[in-house]
């Protein structure tokens, strides 16, 4: 490879080396001074906000790097979106936390940590070599598990560490086997070489079969599907909230991302394909949708039925982002272009709702020093303002109009309906009324329950009420006007596997 294709491959990772470098500048000021933590932030909110600046231009750009190992094309971009303002918010949000401020003498090693991860995730997002797959997720994972237990004087932030770490070895170890497999039936580690090779029919239906399982396994456990999900209350619980709420939204974005690539060009019967319906099915000897259909019913019941007896905040949300995942698995099991663009448009929405869930948490926890449920009774009185936010994330997570949320479970209904998929439908919309519950039970202690204790009125400085509007107003804007979203959403997906 000569200088100038290895300088064309770089320019068209520009985000990617912006992230590098901010990174490396934090880890520097990190070196010369480990107390200053507003030098992290700004350092690294300027890295970020450069890089997103630099991703609007490669919309619509399309092409592949360092012979095929990762591709920058709209569906990347979209999904880089997404993890680069995830990001932003979740920097922010660290300024304001406790538990990441009392930390004085690693302040900088955390930031340096969150860079890291989502460098990381930027890669699994535009991964087609099922290595750059591999090395993508472990780059996420190895970060993740350390940022997990960065609060070593919170009892339980050392456990989420070690339970995230064997987990996450585990079902990195199950993966790399199936990649294994793969190639040793079709002798190439590149996604859409595997699929011409599977699609000549040389390859045994059974080993196929079993290859597919294991890769879905490292899938599964990034997106917290059942059963690979055990890791996640108990890391979201003991994990900084800030880290929490990456995880919920970035992480899981990534993981998806990385999943939804790899089914559409390794495993679709391109010869079956209805360019104008947008559908599809796998190759003969890939029975995969099944697998997906059972694991998206057992993932949001599993979620919703648990949630309801969760008396603590950031249980009760890791509990409702694990259906959520189990929502957006529908999609994947429409096997169509509709079901894509209806997950990427609920990663949108579910990006401010379930922040801003997790920001108001952060918030309340930082004056009560409690996630307990019960800790939030008569909480209407003395924050409004938190209280009305966190009811409206709430129901939003729910799937209720005027908010964002109904957009997002409406996309993904509709596309099952028009799969002819009714039933799935159904038992999506069943689950929905079940997580109404529980979220209607933190706002009745809100708003309908008087306190415990008499306590003083809430007061928050004008910067986190900012950061809070800025998670609000879109969730309440794309419940209105959301066209733009879907023509974004439909757009990219259609580019995956285009030659």
Not at 110 to 127: P, Q
Not at 141 to 167: I, M, N, P, Q
Not at 273 to 302: E, K, R
Request: proline letters at 2%; a neutral charge; hydrophobic letters at 55%.
């Amino acid at each position: 490879m000569n200088t100038d294709i290895i300088i064309k491959n770089l320019s068209l990772l520009t985000p990617e080396l912006i992230v590098t470098g901010t990174l490396c500048f934090v880890l520097l000021g990190h070196a010369f001074d480990r107390k200053n933590s507003q030098l992290y932030v700004l350092l690294s909110f300027a890295g970020m906000l450069t890089a997103l600046f630099t991703l609007t231009s490669y919309i619509g750009v399309k092409s592949s790097v360092f012979s095929g190992m990762l591709n920058v094309d709209p569906f990347a971009t979209y999904f880089k979106i997404v993890i680069v303002f995830a990001t932003l918010v979740i920097l922010v949000m660290s300024r304001f936390s406790d538990e990441v401020n009392n930390e004085t003498e690693t302040v900088g090693e955390y930031y340096f940590l969150i860079l890291s991860m989502c460098l990381g995730m930027m890669f699994m997002v535009g991964a087609s070599n099922l290595i750059m797959m591999y090395l993508s997720l472990e780059m996420t994972g190895l970060t993740a598990y350390v940022a997990s237990g960065f609060t070593r004087k919170a009892k339980d932030s050392s456990e989420a560490s070690l339970k995230y770490l064997l987990y996450g070895a585990f079902s990195s170890g199950v993966m790399l086997y199936g990649i294994s497999l793969i190639y040793g039936l079709t002798g190439t580690l590149n996604i859409a070489g595997i699929n011409h090779v599977l699609l000549q029919g040389s390859a045994n239906g059974w080993a196929l079969s079993i290859a597919s399982i294991f890769i879905i396994v490292g899938f599964g456990y990034k997106i917290s599907a059942v059963p690979f999900h055990y890791w996640t209350p108990d890391v979201y619980e003991g994990a900084p909230v800030t880290i929490t709420a990456f995880l919920s939204v970035a992480s899981k974005a990534a993981g998806f991302a990385m999943m939804m690539r790899a089914f559409k060009v390794m495993f679709i019967d391109s010869s079956a394909v209805s360019v104008l319906a947008g559908t599809w099915t796998f190759i003969h000897g890939v029975q995969i949708q099944n697998v997906l259909i059972i694991l998206s019913v057992l993932t949001m019941t599993l979620g919703n039925l648990v949630a309801l007896w969760q008396d603590n905040m950031k249980r009760l949300l890791a509990y409702s982002s694990i259906a959520q995942a189990g929502y957006m698995l529908l999609g994947l099991a429409v096997l169509s272009n509709d079901g894509f663009a209806a997950v990427m448009i609920y990663f949108v929405v579910y990006l401010f709702m379930n922040l801003g869930a997790f920001y108001v948490v952060m918030l309340i926890s930082n004056k009560i020093n409690s996630e307990h449920i019960d800790k939030y009774k008569g909480l209407g009185r003395k924050s409004p303002f938190l209280s009305v936010a966190l009811a409206v994330f709430l129901i939003s997570l729910t799937g209720l109009p005027p908010t964002a949320g109904f957009i997002g479970k409406w996309m993904i209904f509709l596309s099952l309906i028009n799969a002819k998929m009714i039933a799935l439908a159904i038992i999506g919309v069943l689950n929905s009324v079940i997580s109404l519950y529980y979220y209607v039970r933190v706002i009745r202690n809100m708003f309908l329950r008087d306190e415990q204790e008499a306590g003083e009125r809430m007061t928050f400085p004008y910067a986190q009420q900012i950061l809070l509007l800025s998670l609000l107003i879109p969730t309440l804007y794309f419940g209105l006007f959301f066209n733009q979203l879907i023509e974004f959403a439909q757009f990219s997906v259609a580019m995956v596997g285009v030659k």
